[in-house]
């Protein structure tokens, strides 16, 4: 599947990675890691 990520979207996915990576080193990657096998999880 592919998984096309829009402007203002890329623009958000970047701004809470930064958010998290300010919590704690490594949060941010885990977030989008997380989201992205979300995102390309099957659906029923």
């Keep these: 599947m592919n998984i096309?990520?829009?402007g203002?979207?890329?623009e958000d996915?970047?701004?809470?990675y930064q958010f998290y990576e300010q919590i704690d080193?490594?949060?941010g990657e885990y977030f989008l890691n997380t989201d992205f096998n979300e995102m390309e999880?099957?659906?029923?």
């Design 4 to 6: 096309e990520i829009l």
């Design 13 to 16: 996915l970047l701004d809470v």
């Design 25 to 27: 080193v490594g949060l």
């Design 8 to 10: 203002e979207a890329e």
């Design 41 to 44: 999880s099957p659906r029923i």
